[in-house]
T-cell receptor, first 113, second 110 residues
Framework: NAGVTQTPKFQVLKTGQSMTLQCAQDMNHEYMSWYRQDPGMGLRLIHYSVGAGITDQGEVPNGYNVSRSTTEDFPLRLLSAAPSQTSVYFC????????????FGAGTRLSVL | SQQGEEDPQALSIQEGENATMNCSYKTSINNLQWYRQNSGRGLVHLILIRSNEREKHSGRLRVTLDTSKKSSSLLITASRAADTASYFCATGTGGFKTIFGAGTRLFVKA
């Protein structure tokens, strides 16, 4: 199993550009999440999904969209990139019966100029 | 707002010494987890302790939980250079969300 795969690993955007961060998992997990990690802030939840077709907002959803058309994929879209969105983004998945243990991708490091 | 707060923010020790990291949280929890993050990588789950447990062991890891003080500690015994990483506590409150602290950066000198 590959686990949770994120692409790209690095990305540089100009202010106002849009892009999609990809996330795929092969563990058949129903639950998937997107987090951003900023220095000294820990991980903050952006959006999450409890199954295909079901998404909800986390702590910091503004400026981001998600969709979940399949169990495997959970892309994160930046609508109009801003410098404040410079961060490292992590996708995670877990089973609803797994006690809350999450499996993380390797992350996407995004810089918005 | 953060639920878990780790202490210290950074810790530097010699190989072979024990490393202790603490986590405090604010609300009632169902479980508390510890994760490790190596530089430039994603988080990896280490150990989960449920609210009705007081202590749990996994290899060189020992986790304690004191729900009356809303605190947990992670002890790594006989540290190795490969233990150099950031360590995060994360609390589960029964719903979907898991709330992560800001982490403790551990540096183990060979």
């Amino acid at each position: 199993n590959a686990g949770v795969t994120q692409t790209p690993k690095f990305q540089v955007l100009k202010t106002g550009q849009s892009m999609t961060l990809q996330c795929a998992q092969d563990m058949n997990h129903e639950y998937m999440s997107w987090y951003r990690q900023d220095p000294g802030m820990g991980l903050r939840l952006i959006h999450y999904s409890v199954g295909a077709g079901i998404t909800d907002q986390g702590e910091v959803p503004n400026g981001y969209n998600v969709s979940r058309s399949t169990t495997e994929d959970f892309p994160l879209r930046l609508l109009s990139a801003a410098p404040s969105q410079t961060s490292v983004y992590f996708c995670a998945s877990r089973s609803p019966t797994g006690g809350g243990i999450q499996y993380f991708g390797a992350g996407t490091r995004l810089s918005v100029l | 707002s953060q639920q878990g707060e780790e202490d210290p923010q950074a810790l530097s020790i010699q190989e072979g010494e024990n490393a202790t990291m603490n986590c405090s949280y604010k609300t009632s929890i169902n479980n508390l987890q510890w994760y490790r993050q190596n530089s430039g990588r994603g988080l990896v789950h280490l150990i989960l302790i449920r609210s009705n447990e007081r202590e749990k062991h996994s290899g060189r890891l020992r986790v304690t939980l004191d729900t009356s003080k809303k605190s947990s500690s992670l002890l790594i015994t006989a540290s190795r250079a490969a233990d150099t990483a950031s360590y995060f506590c994360a609390t589960g409150t029964g719903g979907f969300k898991t709330i992560f602290g800001a982490g403790t950066r551990l540096f183990v000198k060979a």
